[in-house]
C-alpha cells in the first residue's frame, strides 16, 4: 500500500507540472497583446533654449528694427509678438512595459528665429494599465538658420503622463530645456 501511495503521488506530481507549464504556456500566449511600436506628434510651448535665443536675437539685430518699423507703420511704438509655439513628431520602440528607445525630430520658432532638432532618446515609464507615469533624457543637434549655427543639445522630460489603451496614448509632459517646456499630444501604437 505504501509503494501504490508513493507511486501515485510521485506520477501525480509529474502530471500536475506537465499541466501547470501547459496553463502557464497558454496565459502567456494569450495575455496582454503589447504593443513594442509608437509614432507620436505634440504641440506644445517654446523651449528655453528658444526663449533665450529668441531674445538674444531680438535685442541683438532685430528689436530696435521692429520697434523703428512699426512706428513707421502704425504710428506706434508698440510691438505685436507673435504667438510661440514647438511641434515634435516622434518614434519611440519600446523592449519591454517599462523602457525605451526613441527618435526625435523638433521644430520651434520664438518670435523671428526658427529651430529645428534631431535626438535620440531614452525612456523609462511604470503605473497602471491604462495610466503611466514616463521620464526620457535625449541628445541631439539643434540648428538655428537664422544664425547659421549647429550646437549639440539635450533634453529631460522630468515628468510625463499618458492616458494608455490599446492602439493609441495622449499624453502631457514637462521637459527642459530644449523642446518644449509644456507638451499635449498622441500617439498611435502598433
Known amino acids: 500500500m505504501k509503494k501504490l501511495i508513493i507511486s501515485l ?3 501525480g506530481s509529474l502530471c500536475v507540472n506537465v499541466f501547470a507549464q501547459d496553463v502557464e504556456d497558454v496565459n ?6 503589447f504593443k513594442h511600436n509608437e ?15 529668441g ?5 541683438g539685430q532685430g528689436f530696435a528694427d521692429a520697434v523703428a ?5 502704425n504710428g506706434s511704438s508698440t510691438i505685436s509678438v507673435e504667438p510661440t509655439f514647438g511641434v515634435t513628431a516622434g518614434y519611440n520602440y519600446f523592449f519591454n512595459k517599462y523602457f525605451g528607445l526613441g527618435g526625435m525630430m523638433t521644430y520651434e520658432r520664438f518670435i523671428s528665429v526658427n529651430m529645428m532638432s534631431v535626438q535620440a532618446k531614452l525612456i523609462g515609464q511604470y503605473g497602471w494599465t491604462h495610466f503611466k507615469i514616463y521620464q526620457s533624457a535625449s541628445a541631439g543637434l539643434l540648428v538655428i538658420p537664422e544664425v547659421g549655427a549647429t550646437n549639440f543639445i539635450f533634453d529631460f522630460t522630468y515628468l510625463g503622463m499618458k492616458f494608455d489603451f490599446d492602439h ?5 509632459e514637462g521637459s527642459v530645456p530644449s523642446t518644449s517646456l509644456i507638451k499635449l499630444g498622441a500617439a498611435f501604437k502598433f
Open 168 to 172: 493609441f496614448n495622449i499624453f502631457i
Open 9 to 11: 503521488l510521485v506520477l
Open 39 to 53: 509614432v507620436y506628434l505634440s504641440a506644445g510651448t517654446s523651449s528655453l533654449i528658444g526663449a533665450f535665443s
Open 28 to 33: 502567456v500566449s494569450t495575455g496582454e497583446d
Open 55 to 59: 531674445l538674444f536675437v531680438a535685442l
Open 69 to 73: 518699423k512699426n512706428e513707421e507703420e
